[in-house]
C-alpha cells in the first residue's frame, strides 16, 4: 500500500508561481511512477505530467509544457511539480498518483492504482 499526500496548493494571481509536492508514505521500497493529474470544475480529469521511478523520464500534456515541470527526490520519496506562468484555466484540484512501475510512465489515469486527496490551485486577479 501506499499513501500520497500533496501540498503547497494556494491562490495565486495569473503569471505567477507554485509547487505542489507529493509526499509518498507505506511501501516506499518498491518502484512507482507518478503522475499529477488536475480536474476543473464541470470538466473531466486531465493527465498533466508524470515521471517515472528510474532515469526520471517524463510526459507532458501540451497544455502545460514549457510552462510546468515535473522533478522527484526518491531519497525523500517525493515528487514535485513547478508551475510558473500560471494561467486563470489552470485553477483546479491538483491530484497526485502512483503505479508500480520503475522505467517509464503514462497520463492516463486509469493506469495509476494509488491517489492523494488532491489540493486546491487558483489563479485568479
Known amino acids: 500500500q501506499l499513501q500520497l499526500v500533496e501540498s503547497g496548493g494556494g491562490l495565486v494571481q495569473p503569471g505567477g508561481s507554485l509547487r505542489l509536492s507529493c509526499a509518498a508514505s507505506g511501501s516506499t521500497s518498491y518502484y512507482y511512477a507518478v503522475g499529477w493529474f488536475r480536474q476543473a470544475p464541470g470538466k473531466e480529469r486531465e493527465g498533466i505530467s508524470c515521471i517515472s521511478h528510474s532515469h526520471g523520464n517524463t510526459v507532458y500534456a501540451g497544455s502545460v509544457k514549457g510552462r510546468f515541470t515535473i522533478s522527484r527526490d526518491n531519497a525523500k520519496n517525493t515528487v514535485y511539480l513547478q508551475m510558473n506562468g500560471l494561467k486563470p484555466e489552470d485553477t483546479a484540484i491538483y491530484y497526485c498518483?502512483?503505479?508500480?512501475?520503475?522505467?517509464?510512465?503514462?497520463?492516463?489515469?486509469?493506469?495509476?492504482?494509488?491517489w492523494g486527496q488532491g489540493t486546491q490551485v487558483t489563479v485568479s486577479s
Open positions: 498518483a502512483a503505479v508500480l512501475v520503475r522505467y517509464t510512465c503514462s497520463t492516463n489515469a486509469r493506469e495509476y492504482d494509488y
